[in-house]
């Protein structure tokens, strides 16, 4: 993930620096940073910290006021890991 989100965030930020001296609706400045600062990757090396992250994935929905209970959100992998039933999203493929 961080060789890909630096590829991204340089490759981005060389187009802008090479269009600086075109007409700019917003700020002739460059931002600092591509990316939001409190968004960040890690690995996930423990079972519980594997089974916390699913579970807030999977309560997305339910905390958003989409869905009363996660296994009601047709895009959930919840279905899956709780009654092994197959599903629109593929797990493990």
């Known amino acids: 993930m961080q060789v890909l989100k630096q590829r991204v965030s340089l490759r981005i930020r060389k187009k802008q620096r090479s269009a600086k ?4 609706l917003l700020s002739s400045e460059l931002p600092r940073a591509f990316w939001q600062p409190r ?3 890690f690995n996930v090396y423990t079972k519980k910290k594997y ?6 994935i ?3 929905p339910v905390r958003r006021g989409l869905v009363s209970s996660p296994e009601l959100w ?3 992998s919840f279905r899956f890991y709780s009654y092994g039933e197959e599903g ?5 493929e």
């Open 21 to 24: 001296n075109q007409f700019q």
């Open 39 to 41: 968004f960040h990757d």
């Open 51 to 56: 089974l916390e992250k699913l579970n807030y």
């Open 58 to 60: 999977h309560m997305n």
């Open 74 to 76: 047709k895009w959930s």
């Open 88 to 92: 629109p999203v593929k797990i493990g």
